[in-house]
């Protein structure tokens, strides 16, 4: 074979890779919605999410914004795009300085990217600090930074648990008397014995619908509020060799079906009464009604078992922090109109109404129109939805989110559930020790 | 002719253009394309990147932190995308050289009817991308027992397999999705330097009595070495350069990091926990394994000092 052949195959096998190595990531939006004045003095306030849903509460606020304040008109232009690409195009924005949108929805675990450098975001400070005794301030703590807030939270994520009633009725179980851990487990023998059900399911890529609020609970965490990594301590291990027990040794419990509870295997399993009880944050009703339908009247809410009698019996999980970027055109107006659609006594009826939510002020929870029985979730789940709420909310635990966070989350999904939960080739110890390591070597100084 | 040109300003555009296609000049005229999209695509980025991993950068500040990006490279979840790229690199390594070239020769065979629908069947592979191919691979080989892959475990009277959660299956799916990829193409290499073999020599070996097995093993094996090599290395680089076959099954996390790979932990660390810097590391450190890796292959296959021979 001569160079010329060799030439050739070369720039051949060039073309072939180039040809295939078409992307499959556009840059295109999934939908544009512009809502708002058409008024020739409109301020035109750019807005991203990953979540369409949240477009119904900003497009409300902003139809309200305009009637109320005629003279201040403003054209709302609300761009969604898929989880993943929105918050990579945005980490790319702030690197570069460049295509920032005014106003922004930024999911919890992805927080912390941003938090990092000079800061590309607006305090909101003047707008919380005078409600601060209205809400349940923990949330507001997760998105702020050394005394700033900056990212306005849409929910409390407040932890509880959903009971499949009919089965507990068959296996004889009374919800109520189920305080603790303990309980919880003794119950579930009587499930498992009286039913074809399990009690419950133990997610392996499902770090804040079991671990998370577990650990959050019991005062702990992955990281401690001076940064250190304590993944690896005491009362983590006990949790995590909970969970092997209840899937092992109390044989209470299986392993979710899709790896997490938000699956559409795991919808098909509990449709089909595979097991009796989800441990998940109150905006997971939005799940049952869009994904279960068929169980409604059958599911009850119940706070959390407590580790011990009197412990904390909730944990605030997931979320979305909505923050006002530095670069955006009109800073106080954007301000401005964010508290009103996010932080007003009105906006937060709006997040239970439109959205489903738990919202954050508490003050909103017993008036009329969030007890207005009128109500898809009332009329799925009962009404003592905010009973349990307001029952809870001295007992939710401030989350400690960093940089190291999305590393945390990454080494429990992937190595100590597998290693642990799932091949069982690890103990609790062994692997949550392995991973605190590897999560300490990826720190920055 | 052009040395005449200069007497009168008329002939300005013949004076450039006798200039630019002066035997001289034409050659890296060429060349400049070549050398331009290399420059723009490879060369700069590749400095930039080496420049980035001595950096942490973050939203409005850069800073130079030494060697701290790369002393954080070494770690365990870098040993297990280092393990299962080599492993990977193996197995495809040894599966693309074998089996195309294997099937080059039966398919140069003057026996084998319908040549070329088997080429182009064969071929057809290469022109999908690797995500949307793998994603029909990720359903053939899902959990439920209705999937092929399963279907045909079950006519060999074992269970349903969970294809995606243990490290051997795991491997499997990678390794053959790439080769069901790529060895259409690996074969029209192969059966191009098929052509090149000289049909007199097999003559002559048949004047002398060799057997079928004695012409593969002493004339087509050792012709096709040329081609061998450059197959296997291609393979090698393309095989420590995988992302596609492990990101189509898991995206960036895969249980117990079975499917982790050293592209892979790039972007899982440089874009998804937007560490840039830290991602430009382990890309200068799997640049300087691969340069490493071919150096050595090239030098025990002999191919340095042959340029000479030629």
Known sequence: MNRKTLLLLTTTAFFVSACANDGETGTSTDEVETIGSDAENAEEITLWTFAPQHIDLYGDAAERWNEEFPDRPIDLVAETYPFEQMHNNLLLA???????????????????????????????????????D??????????????????????????????????????????????????????????????????????????????????SQR????????????????ANVETLQFLYDALYVDEIAELTPGGMNQSEEFYGYFLDEGSASILAPLWYMGRFVDNMPDLEGKIAIRPMPAWKEGGNRSAGMGGTGTVVTKAADNVELSKEFLAYA??????????????GFDPPRFDTWESEEVRNPDNVYYEYFGDNI???????????????????????????????????????????????????????????? | MAEQAHASPKTKNNKIGAFLSSKKVVP????LPFFLSFSILTLYPAINGIIMSFRQILPG???????????????????????????????TTMLLTVVPMLLAIFLNSKTIKLKTIFRASLFVPALTSTIVGGMIFRLMFSESSSAIGNQLMSLIGLGPIEWRYSAITAMFLMVVLAFWRWTGVNLLYYLAALQNISESLYEQADIDGASAWDKLRLITIPHLKPITVFVSTITIINGFRMFEESFVYWEATSPGNIGLTIVGYIYQQGVGQNDLGFGAAIGVVLMIIIFIISTIYLGITGTFGKGNNK
Request: proline share 3%; glycine share 4%.
């Open chain 1, 94 to 132: 702030v690197q570069s300085g460049t295509g920032l949108p005014d106003i922004v929805d930024i999911e919890l675990g992805q927080y912390p990217n941003f938090m990092e450098g000079i800061i590309q975001f607006e305090p909101m400070n003047e707008y919380v600090e005078p409600i601060l």
């Open chain 1, 134 to 215: 209205k809400v349940v301030d923990s949330r507001y703590e997760l998105y702020s930074r050394d005394g700033n807030y900056y990212g306005i939270p849409t929910h409390v994520g407040a932890t509880v648990m959903y009971y499949n009633t009919e089965i507990m009725d068959e296996a004889g179980v009374d919800i109520d008397e189920i305080v603790t851990w303990d309980d919880f487990v003794e119950a579930g023998k009587q499930v498992v014995e009286n039913t074809d059900s399990t009690m419950w399911n133990v997610g392996t890529e499902d770090w804040l619908m079991d671990m998370w609020p577990m650990i």
């Open chain 1, 219 to 234: 005062d702990s965490d992955a990281i401690d509020e001076n940064g250190e990594v304590i993944l690896d301590n005491e």
């Open chain 1, 342 to 355: 996010k932080m007003s006594e009105e906006a937060n009826i709006n997040l239970w109404t439109i959205l």
């Open chain 1, 386 to 445: 905010f009973d349990v709420l307001l029952d809870v909310r001295d007992e939710i635990n401030t989350l400690n989110v960093t940089a190291d966070t999305p590393n945390v989350i990454n080494e429990y999904h992937t190595h100590v559930t597998f290693n642990v939960l799932r091949n069982r080739t690890e103990t609790p110890k062994e692997a949550l020790e392995r991973s605190a390591k590897v999560v300490r070597s990826l720190q920055r100084d």
């Open chain 2, 28 to 31: 890296y005229i060429f060349v």
């Open chain 2, 61 to 91: 500040v850069v800073e130079n932190v030494g060697f701290e990006n790369y002393a954080r490279v070494f770690n365990l979840n870098f040993y297990d995308a280092l393990w299962n790229t080599v492993i990977y690199v193996f197995w």
